[in-house]
């Protein structure tokens, strides 16, 4: 059974960098593109980030293009987030999770594993 577990989160201040870390195990031989998801208090979680199975393409939401980068390593399993320049608005708990780059719309969407969340990691800016 597919299992993610996020880390890295923490309390730090408006225009402070976090790098996130995703660990998945349990399907060694999956080939998903990933992403990255985020749900502040009493909002929907919404889709911020995604890289592709081989890290040649990546997708970044409007609301963190330029200062969030994402990254993974297909041998180790691992996927990260490098938050630069961070805002309130970036509070939340994250999340990774599968994704498509190959969507009927012919765009990045999320596409999450069924049934397969992780604990998520909190992410808090102080303005």
């Known amino acids: 059974q597919v299992q993610l577990v996020e880390s890295g989160g923490g309390l730090v201040q408006a225009g402070d960098s976090l790098r996130l870390s995703c660990a998945r195990s349990g399907d060694p031989f999956s080939t998903y593109d990933m992403g990255w998801y985020r749900q502040a208090p009493g909002k929907e979680r919404e889709f911020v980030a995604a890289i592709t199975w081989s890290g040649e393409e990546t997708y970044f939401d409007d609301s963190v293009k330029g200062r969030f980068t994402i990254s993974r390593d297909t041998a180790k399993n691992m996927v990260w987030l490098q938050m630069n320049n961070l805002k309130p608005e970036d509070s939340g708990i994250y999340y990774c999770?599968?994704?498509?780059?190959?969507?009927?719309?012919?765009?990045?969407?999320?596409?999450?594993?069924?049934?397969?969340w992780g604990q998520g990691t909190q992410v808090t800016v102080s303005s």
């Open positions: 999770n599968a994704a498509s780059f190959a969507c009927s719309t012919g765009y990045v969407c999320p596409s999450p594993i069924p049934g397969v």
